[in-house]
T-cell receptor, first 117, second 116 residues
Framework: AQTVTQSQPEMSVQEAETVTLSCTYD???????LFWYKQPPSRQMILVIR??????QNATENRFSVNFQKAAKSFSLKISDSQLGDTAMYFC??????????????FGKGTRLHILP | GAVVSQHPSRVICKSGTSVKIECRSL??????MFWYRQFPKQSLMLMAT?????????EQGVEKDKFLINHASLTLSTLTVTSAHPEDSSFYIC????????????FGDGTRLSIL
């Protein structure tokens, strides 16, 4: 069974600083996706970034980037120039590629990130 | 972009009531929808996978007779919490997928269910 572990329950950083959220996972699969989702107080789940396991290049989306270490099964999220709107719960997630139906997403327990003014 | 609509956003009702939550994909056909439950300050726990035209697949520990799922069309899945009790109070979120590799899941805005 796959597991996703986020070891930082809560973090706080000053606005404009860079912050890194940690995530490790365990799987015997070779083909899978990894995600970071953001859940602000409004509770909507927002996809921040996605990484395909077969790609060696780390995914980036504007101020968000990941450090994907497949051998170490590590998938950290870096937020650069953090903004007040980044305050949210962040979930690391795993999905194995089954080719369509039943592509379940397995979520970590989340990291609550506070951006301080 | 793809949008998933979830309704209602908030429900408050008495113990013993059955509550239906709808999940609609607005601009794409969703062959697969997922239902999650989230307790306060906790992660999303997958309850069941809903496939159009077939029975839902429930995760271990989820009572299928308690949480009835119907995926009647390619744009609508419903979750009915039957004879709800206070312990069923939670945040329920659906997501929808087109069902093909590389297609992301799109999440609804969630339903906060409070059973008095």
């Amino acid at each position: 069974a796959q597991t996703v572990t986020q070891s930082q329950p809560e973090m706080s950083v000053q606005e404009a600083e860079t912050v890194t959220l940690s995530c490790t996972y365990d799987t015997s699969e070779n083909n899978y996706y990894l995600f970071w989702y953001k859940q602000p107080p409004s509770r909507q789940m927002i996809l921040v970034i996605r990484q395909e396991a077969y790609k060696q290049q780390n995914a980036t989306e504007n101020r968000f980037s990941v450090n994907f270490q497949k051998a170490a099964k590590s998938f950290s999220l870096k937020i650069s120039d953090s903004q007040l709107g980044d305050t949210a719960m962040y979930f690391c997630a795993f999905m194995k590629i089954l080719g369509g139906r039943d592509d379940k997403i397995i979520f970590g327990k989340g990291t609550r990130l506070h951006i301080l003014p | 972009g793809a949008v998933v609509s979830q309704h209602p956003s908030r429900v408050i009702c008495k113990s013993g009531t059955s509550v239906k939550i709808e999940c609609r994909s607005l601009d794409f056909q969703a062959t697969t929808m997922f239902w999650y439950r989230q307790f306060p300050k906790q992660s999303l726990m997958l309850m069941a996978t809903s496939n159009e035209g077939s029975k839902a697949t429930y995760e271990q520990g989820v009572e299928k007779d308690k949480f009835l799922i119907n995926h009647a069309s390619l744009t609508l899945s419903t979750l009915t919490v039957t004879s709800a009790h206070p312990e069923d109070s939670s945040f329920y979120i659906c997501s929808a997928s087109k069902g093909h590799v590389n297609q992301p899941q799109h999440f609804g805005d969630g339903t906060r269910l409070s059973i008095l």
